[in-house]
């Protein structure tokens, strides 16, 4: 478990020589300090050798009295890609089941970005055909004729304008996308891109979507609409600006994606000092469109943080680290070429997010030290993903793992990318079914809060070699239960374990905890894929929707009082200590 995430107990040799009752309990009791770090002891000499049990207990505590951190409430949060508009599943947002799907994640925000931000360009006219992408051209005519003859039907809708599509509709649309698709990703590997036309019709889908989920939407704008002399051009923007604001929509607001990367994509960099004028410039603009004078503002969506990443955020957030609401940066854990499922259980690789935050608030803190950070691109893989790898329950531990490294470090917002259609890193797949990653933030939702407690835990650990680092396989991160979740009082603690390695492990609930009647929701792969399932169980029942507009239902499996948590191999569960008043989570 990373350091940042656990108290250790300062244990004696005694202790690691018996685990009798009588002295747990004394230990356990005793004040723990907040600036201990992780310790480990051999047994006395000639002591008793440890047995079975003593070698896979694990004694676990949680501070009640106080959090250590309090997230936004949109804590987990969503993104959506540009390409949608290029192939054709923006048309398709109004689907009943991808709404109640998005709905089911809320609250959150929906980030419309990525790459082709900064290819967007707004044209405020309705007329979607003339915009269109290329089709199936057997069926292209009918089936342009269906998208609007859906659209006008739509039009006639009050309040949510929610659509059921036909089979044959969606066929040809996965027909269609497929194809462009493989242009998408031409682009992509040769940094070639070309303009997307977002239409007035095409934002009021996307809007509508956001809405009817519960969603606050944030924009991206272009800000490689560029003049002469290097300025940013807002023609475009203002044009949207006030579409928008002429809708009365609610949206909040970011320039451009990655600045760090403008000049290997397009050959004219932007500089920190232009980019933080470029950043006043919309503030400036965003104030003087009424609706929006209040509008949030994020940015500057850095990319990872390396050199010149870095060093672009350190001058704007020098020269602009005031005019936005919270800074914005992106991570990716590995690019689309590995190939294995190892390669997503490196315990090397789920600490380098440690490494990243750490490089982000340093440079943040030194500016503006109560400006909140957003991680506001978070995905297993670069370039799209990997089919049958990073859509599969093995990338879930990158996910689980991100959402509790980045609590405890104090990270406002995380950004999944992307929740349906782009690459292989989806939540959602163009069938509209739930992939393994969509399933655990469904449940990360209905059982984790904002607040985050600090975890302390005591077990046998082997004695670390000099310039050795051990990386810890078992991690456990803690929060007070979601006050969105009334199947538990406030005062409850939700606990959420990921267990990387290939034996089972036991805990044992020590301290405050200790006798607590415990719900467990043990998310494990379904079927005979192993790791590369793309299927999920729920305490060994298959998770899958209902019908278009109903969940499953996520029944937990009550551990009595006192019993020990048995961990199963390469596993992720989640743990509610019901009934605790923990003084922490009752405010």
Not at 400 to 412: E, K, P
């Amino acid at each position: 478990m990373p350091k940042t995430s656990a108290r250790v107990f300062p244990w004696s040799s005694l202790w690691l020589a018996s685990l009798a009752t009588l002295v747990v309990q004394s230990v356990l009791s005793s004040s723990y300090s907040s600036s201990s770090s992780s310790t480990y002891q051999r047994p006395a000499a000639g002591g008793k050798r440890p047995g079975f049990m003593e070698r896979t207990l694990i004694l676990l505590d949680v501070n009640t009295r106080s959090p250590i951190r309090v997230l936004n409430d949109n804590f987990l949060s969503l993104q959506l890609d540009p390409s949608i508009i290029k192939d054709g599943w923006l048309d398709f947002l109004s689907s009943k089941r991808l709404v109640t799907l998005a709905r089911g994640l809320s609250p959150a925000f929906l980030r419309f970005g990525g790459k082709r931000t900064d290819f967007l360009q707004f044209n405020n006219q309705k007329n979607l055909a003339k915009f269109r992408g290329p089709g199936p051209d057997y069926y292209l005519k009918n089936y342009e004729d269906d998208i609007v003859r859906s659209d006008i039907a739509l039009d006639k809708q009050k309040g949510c304008k929610l659509a059921n599509h036909p089979d044959i509709m969606l066929e040809l649309q996965r027909e269609k996308a497929a194809t462009t698709q493989l242009v998408l990703l031409k682009e992509q590997l040769s940094n070639i891109y070309s303009n997307i036309t977002i239409t007035a019709r095409s934002l009021d889908k996307l809007y509508n979507f956001a809405d009817c989920a519960g969603l606050h939407l944030i924009l991206g704008l272009n800000s490689l609409h560029r003049n002469p002399d290097n300025s940013w051009n807002t023609s475009s923007t203002l044009s949207l600006l006030k579409y928008s604001a002429g809708k009365k929509y609610n949206i909040s607001w970011e320039l451009g994606n990655e600045p760090n990367t403008y000049r290997s994509m397009v050959g004219r960099a932007v500089n920190s000092t232009q980019l933080a004028q470029d950043y006043t410039k919309l503030r400036t603009l965003l104030q003087s469109v009424r609706y929006y004078h209040r509008a949030h503002l994020y940015g500057p969506n850095a990319g990872r943080p390396r050199k010149n990443a870095i060093l672009l955020l350190d001058g704007f957030m020098k020269n602009a680290g005031s005019v936005v609401d919270a800074v914005t940066w992106q991570h990716y854990y590995m690019d689309g070429r590995v190939n294995k499922v190892e390669d997503f259980l490196k315990t090397r690789l789920l600490d380098t997010l440690t490494e990243q935050i750490n490089k982000v608030t340093k440079v943040v803190n030194t500016h503006t030290p109560d400006k909140k950070v957003w991680l506001g691109g978070l995905g297993p893989a670069w370039a799209g993903g990997i089919n049958n790898l990073s859509d599969t329950y093995a990338a879930s531990f990158l996910w689980a793992n991100t959402l509790g490294m980045a609590a405890v470090q104090g990270i406002d917002v995380v950004l999944r990318h992307s929740f349906f259609d782009y690459g292989y890193t989806h939540l959602v797949d163009q069938h509209f079914n739930p992939l393994p990653d969509y399933w655990f933030s469904l449940v990360f939702k209905r059982l984790v809060g904002p607040r985050v407690l600090a975890v302390r835990v005591a077990g046998l650990q082997r004695k670390p070699q000099p310039g050795r680092v051990i990386r810890d396989k078992l991690r456990i991160y803690a929060h007070c239960t979601s006050y969105y979740n009334h199947n538990y009082v406030r005062g409850s603690i939700t606990i959420y374990i990921i267990n990387l390695h290939r034996s089972r492990k036991k805990i044992k609930l020590a301290g405050t905890l200790r006798n607590k009647t415990v719900h467990q929701y043990l998310l494990q792969p379904y079927g005979t894929d192993g790791l590369k399932a793309k299927y999920v169980q729920l305490n060994g029942e298959r998770l899958l929707m209902v019908d278009n507009e109903t969940f499953p239902e996520l029944k937990p499996k009550t551990l009595r009082a006192g019993r020990t948590i048995a961990m199963p191999p390469m596993t992720i569960g989640f743990y509610v200590i019901k009934n605790i008043n923990a003084y922490a989570c009752r405010r």
